[in-house]
T-cell receptor, first 113, second 113 residues
Framework: GQQLNQSPQSMFIQEGEDVSMNCTSS?????WLWYKQDPGEGPVLLIA?????ELTSNGRLTAQFGITRKDSFLNISASIPSDVGIYFC?????????????FGPGTSLSVIP | SAVISQKPSRDICQRGTSLTIQCQVD?????MFWYRQQPGQSLTLIAT?????????ESGFVIDKFPISRPNLTFSTLTVSNMSPEDSSIYLC??????????FGPGTRLTVT
């Protein structure tokens, strides 16, 4: 079945540093989603991407939909302690009929003050 | 985005018993989903719940173990039946947004002893 890989699996960074993480797949998706999950909470949608090559920002977060449609990356600029959490990418081929969302294994981010 | 609530937020249950988890949305939605997130893992789709029809279960999940109700467009329940310690997980409901992204509830943290 379809699987997503995320790298790195975990990262420890200093406050103020920029962060980059990516998500790859052996299959093509037409939608990429990025979520953040805080401990004890449900995942929160950060950015949704719908077109190959699309670059979208949400505050200090920027995500891009890869040209091949098999990858996506998420950048966080000037990290702060509240950026700590697990970041999940997700892919979907939803067009006119339902197709389930596939989630990656997550990237755990720790920010050292 | 929709506001989603879940009850209970957490529970500790004895093996062999059943627990029903409720998911309430503040607006009418067509598609609702139930996910399981085992400790330290990503999200796995259990089933899709559409109002007025039987839930559609993913491979590895069966109706006898995880019966689902969807009586209206704002509410759904998931029952975890005949529980064992392996059922200890976070159970999350989600709904589909207007551009097919998914929004999650806060989750129900279940511990089976």
């Amino acid at each position: 079945g379809q699987q997503l890989n995320q790298s790195p699996q975990s990262m420890f960074i200093q406050e103020g540093e920029d962060v980059s993480m990516n998500c790859t797949s052996s299959s093509i998706f037409n939608t990429w989603l990025w979520y953040k999950q805080d401990p004890g909470e449900g995942p929160v949608l950060l950015i949704a991407l719908y077109k190959a090559g699309e670059l979208t920002s949400n505050g200090r977060l920027t995500a891009q939909f890869g040209i091949t449609r098999k990858d996506s990356f998420l950048n966080i600029s000037a990290s702060i302690p509240s950026d700590v959490g697990i970041y999940f990418c997700a892919g979907q081929n939803r067009v006119t009929s339902y197709d389930k969302v596939i989630f990656g294994p997550g990237t755990s981010l720790s920010v050292i003050p | 985005s929709a506001v989603i609530s879940q009850k209970p937020s957490r529970d500790i249950c004895q093996r062999g018993t059943s627990l029903t988890i409720q998911c309430q949305v503040d607006s009418q939605v067509t598609m609702m989903f139930w996910y399981r997130q085992q400790p330290g893992q990503s999200l796995t789709l259990i089933a899709t719940a559409n109002q007025g029809s039987e839930a559609t279960y993913e491979s590895g999940f069966v109706i006898d173990k995880f019966p689902i109700s969807r009586p209206n467009l704002t509410f759904s329940t998931l029952t975890v039946s005949n529980m064992s310690p392996e059922d200890s997980s976070i159970y999350l409901c989600s709904v589909e947004g207007q551009t097919y992204e998914q929004y999650f509830g806060p989750g129900t943290r279940l511990t089976v002893t």
